[in-house]
């Protein structure tokens, strides 16, 4: 980043984007007492500066995919970064951070089923050299999700 600073339009445009990622710019602009061109503007710039991405997300659970599963990972501390990448290469993997405490990265792995989340730490995983140990929780129902943030 560019040390891009947002002030209070950009977060205000942040914020509304959050509740309808689909908003129109007029309305945004109507909202804040901006011009149209100079919402879009914003907008074009904060997406540029890697400020915000507008995606849609699909509820796994809803399309097919019923097993999802936070996977923990200790590895070789020199192959961290190696081993994040290469996960973050996998179709079923969702999410991958490095982390501190009992894991050196967590995932998140989102499958058709509890046999091909079996496929995936047997197989899938043990295909990586420097995973030494995994532990796995299955989500059985998610209670909140939110990628909202107050800007």
């Known amino acids: 980043m560019s040390g891009f600073v947002l002030d209070q339009f950009d977060r205000e445009i942040i914020s509304l984007l959050q509740q309808d990622g689909r908003m129109p710019f007029l309305t945004i602009a109507n909202e804040l007492g901006l011009a149209e061109g100079t919402v879009r503007r914003r907008v074009s710039k904060l997406m540029d500066e890697g400020l915000l991405k507008i995606v849609g997300i699909a509820n796994p659970f809803k399309v097919g995919l019923q097993t ?50 079996l496929t995936f730490l047997v197989d899938t995983l043990r295909d990586i050299p420097g995973i030494n140990n995994t532990g796995t929780s299955v989500v059985l129902k998610v209670a909140k999700e939110n990628l909202a943030w107050e800007a």
Do not use: F, H, M, W
Not at 80 to 89: G, N, S, V
Not at 99 to 117: A, K, M, P, R
């Open 68 to 117: 999802v599963a936070i996977v923990g990972l200790k590895v070789d501390r020199g192959q961290l970064q190696p081993i994040a990448t290469r996960l973050a290469e996998l179709t079923e993997v969702r999410y991958v951070a490095l982390s501190t405490g009992n894991y050196d990265l967590v995932i998140e792995v989102v499958v058709g089923s509890n046999d091909e989340l």
